[in-house]
């Protein structure tokens, strides 16, 4: 259950920094 919970955790971290990451590029292009 711990293992699935840091799973989740970890899962939603990454999202988190690709959305991040995926912004900033969205604003250079349109700049």
Known sequence: ???LKYCCY???YF???WLFAF???LLS???
Request: with cysteine.
């Open 1 to 3: 259950m711990i293992k």
């Open 29 to 31: 292009v349109l700049d």
């Open 15 to 17: 999202f988190k920094k």
């Open 23 to 25: 912004h900033c590029y």
């Open 10 to 12: 970890t899962v939603r």
